[in-house]
């Protein structure tokens, strides 16, 4: 990716056409290699053929499951749902085992088993999956699997203490993130579905996430807990990230947009005011972007820059402009955007770094294509939300 060639300010930016034009016709064939099971988990822009193994995790391949499935309602033309299908013919019956909503955490694509844990974070993924290829497809065993899945995280994975377990392992700390994830999944069929009993799910993980993720002194989203869902003990306990703060902005006021519930939308101007104070680098010196990590203090305790954080701030942004009618959002939205495709992303590609220095040097070249997740979902919305 040339710097200099890269959109320098709003007016330079992409069509909303770039999603149809460039990144999904790119990545169908980066993501599918012929003759080959699952998807590339890797990619290397330096050495497009290279082969990282054989190794296929249920998370990248539902993640890209539901990246072709919305691909393809973007696109019907786009050659996504035989990507869509690829995916979950491999979900289905590959990794998932037994029927009986367990799925294993990574598999070869010969069908033999890496790791057989079965992961809370994979299965909230393997649930949106199964959303969005619904709805791309109206395949009801896309629905079938979803109730497989529910069933299973309500039988073997409830905690005492509220909330699921990490894994079927009993795996510690405890973390926020496989539960944010599974909000977003629950909302996504209570879409596909229309049923109430979803957004059941939903409401119970914002009263989780009320009553133990978040500090209501300081409006800060911790990331990882005790088995009572005390802070971890030592810097776990204090670490926070903007990237998260700003995801859940987005998905409690879509919760709050789905049923009413103000406690949702209170909850999102916390974490959202944290974050802008404390989360954001102003660009004086590097990209205009979210850092990695900060503490409870707002103390900025790692300075590199993700790419998926800067993604769950431009969701942020839009579901302000969408529920709150946030002009300051939308002057940031327009500048984050820029910075996103100055910085990370190569409008001529779809190639992106995975991570900057605080400088904006590259500290990460080789591309974990799970991140196409993080990519595809957010500048959907800006289509759906400016378009």
Aim: with cysteine; aromatic share 10%.
């Amino acid at each position: 990716m040339k710097r200099e060639e890269a959109p320098k300010s709003a007016n330079d930016l992409p069509s909303k056409a770039w999603l149809r034009e460039i990144l999904i016709p790119a990545w169908i064939d980066r993501a599918v290699r012929p003759g080959r099971a699952g998807f590339v988990e890797m990619f290397d822009p330096a050495d497009p053929v290279r082969d990282f193994g054989p190794v296929r995790t249920t998370l990248v391949t539902a993640r890209l499951t539901y990246v072709f499935s919305h691909a393809h309602l973007l696109d019907p033309e786009s050659g996504a749902l035989a990507a869509a299908r690829h995916g979950f013919a491999f979900l289905r019956d590959v990794c998932r085992e037994g029927g009986q909503g367990r799925f294993l955490h990574s598999v070869r694509e010969d069908g033999t088993s890496v790791d057989a844990r079965t992961d809370l974070y994979d299965l909230a993924f393997v649930l949106f999956a199964m959303a969005w290829y619904y709805r791309a497809t109206q395949d009801g065993q896309a629905l079938a699997i979803a109730d497989e899945v529910i069933g299973f995280i309500e039988r073997e994975m409830a905690h005492p203490q509220g909330g699921f377990v990490e894994d079927t392992l009993g795996t510690l700390p405890r973390r926020q993130n496989p539960h944010m994830h599974l909000l977003e999944a629950f909302h996504a069929l209570a879409g596909a579905t229309g049923e109430q009993r979803w957004l059941d799910h939903a409401d119970a993980i914002v009263r989780l996430a009320r009553a133990n993720l978040v500090d209501t002194e300081t409006g800060t989203l911790g990331e990882y807990f005790t088995d009572d869902w005390q802070p971890a003990s030592g810097s776990a306990g204090h670490a926070c990230e903007p990237g998260h703060h700003f995801e859940w902005t987005w998905l409690l006021l879509h919760h709050w947009r789905l049923t009413g519930e103000t406690q949702a939308r209170d909850l999102a101007e916390r974490l959202y005011g944290f974050a802008i104070r404390h989360g954001l680098d102003d660009g004086s010196a590097g990209p205009l972007a979210a850092f990695d990590v900060f503490d409870r203090s707002g103390h900025v305790t790692a300075s590199t820059k993700l790419l998926w954080p800067q993604t769950e701030a431009i969701k942020a942004f839009l579901a302000r402009i969408e529920f709150l009618d946030d002009a300051d959002a939308a002057a940031r939205l327009d500048k984050h955007l820029a910075s996103l495709f100055r910085w990370f992303v190569a409008p001529d590609t779809g190639l992106w770094f995975n991570q900057l220095a605080k400088d904006g040097t590259p500290t990460q070249t080789v591309i974990p294509v799970r991140v196409l997740y993080h990519l595809l979902l957010a500048l959907a919305e800006w289509e759906r939300v400016r378009g």
